[in-house]
């Protein structure tokens, strides 16, 4: 019987199952979200209402539960022991960036002017791409042995500390939303003081552009390789994240700010008036800030439990607290994706 998990064990012409799986996967993302817009969009039968019978409920939440399984899918292919092809791994980590690729393609054709509706592009350039792909597969020459030079890991850790100092205070800032829009923005006030002064905010993108690039070195060498879970883990996190810093900052400082020339707060954020859910466009926006922040909090995480393991930590300690930390990120994802769809407990 057909299972991802026996046609990656099969000898996949070098990957190129496991290529296929993750340009398919990639491909039909966006058409998982066009489902659950469309469940939760549908007129009724009795009328142009946009009441929710039960049924569609399900459907919606399985449409966005399976768009949210594609990163899973290409997560279990970077990682899995039998894909010997460097090249299908390397692949698989593109791909589990999908929600964060799909926000940037979607603003870089809106800049563009583009009239082709994003899936229409976005699927068939994924086909084709996983069979150009899937023939550089077939001539994958001789393994090297690459490894990550220390200094670079070294320097990548410690302006991640820099950078983590922003993020996790950006991430609280976006939690606090599920009290009131009025406390986020206080908060988010308070911030800008520091990270958009004259010095903070070259400071902060050129840590973030450096984060990025060294990452992505730090990816190449490590997904020569098939590793163990963590590493797998906290290399594909990365790989999620280099792609969600750039889209991200792209929608931050070129479209909203200069393309567009309007505030880059809570409206903005939040796709306002349509809102996050009821936006055909904006529902990519809920599983590319929702894994933005598990990711860039798992990811952290995972940095931590080297460092600990490094100095002394024993490594089931270490692992329990990557554990812990990692349903919390959960938690966090769903607190601020809550406050964001509009729900406040103020
Ligand atoms: C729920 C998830 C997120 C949302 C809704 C969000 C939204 C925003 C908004 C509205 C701004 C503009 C801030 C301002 O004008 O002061 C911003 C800036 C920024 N965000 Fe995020 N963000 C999210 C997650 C993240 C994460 C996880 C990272 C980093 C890993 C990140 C990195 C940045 C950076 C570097 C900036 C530029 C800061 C600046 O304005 O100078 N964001 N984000």
Known sequence: MFSIHSALRY???????????????????????????????????????????????????????????????????????????????????????????????????????????????????????????????????????????SKLRFAHGVCGSLASLYALFHIGNHAAGIFSVQLHSEIMEFG??????????????????????????????????????????????????????LGHMNSVFVFARIWLGIPTDWSFATGEPAGLIHDSWNIRLLPHYAMGVFFTLTHLLSGLRVVLIAHGTPTHTANRLWWTGGALSGGICVVIMCGMSGLHLN
């Open 11 to 149: 000898p996949v012409a070098k990957g190129s199952r496991a290529i296929w799986i993750s340009a398919v996967s990639a491909a039909i993302y966006p058409w998982l979200l066009t489902g659950f817009h469309w469940f939760v969009t549908l007129p009724d039968a009795s009328g142009p209402t946009h009441g929710l019978t039960a049924l569609r409920v399900v459907c919606a939440t399985l449409m966005l539960m399976l768009a949210f399984f594609i990163p899973l899918i290409n997560l279990w292919i970077a990682g899995a022991p039998e894909l010997q092809s460097a090249v299908a791994r390397r692949f698989a980590l593109i791909a589990i960036a999908t929600p964060a690729s799909y926000v940037f393609f979607g603003v870089l054709t809106y800049m563009a002017g583009s009239q082709i509706p994003d899936v229409w592009s976005w699927s068939p350039a994924w086909l084709l791409i996983g069979s150009v792909i899937c023939a550089m597969n077939g001539n994958e020459g001789q393994r090297r042995h690459v490894t990550a030079s």
């Open 192 to 245: 800008r003081a520091v990270y958009r002064s004259t010095l903070g905010e070259p400071l902060l993108v050129a840590v973030m552009l450096f984060q990025v690039l060294s990452g992505i070195r730090l990816i190449w060498c490590w997904s020569e390789a098939a590793a163990d879970r963590y590493r797998t883990f906290q290399v594909a996190s990365g790989a999620f994240m280099a792609l969600f810093i």
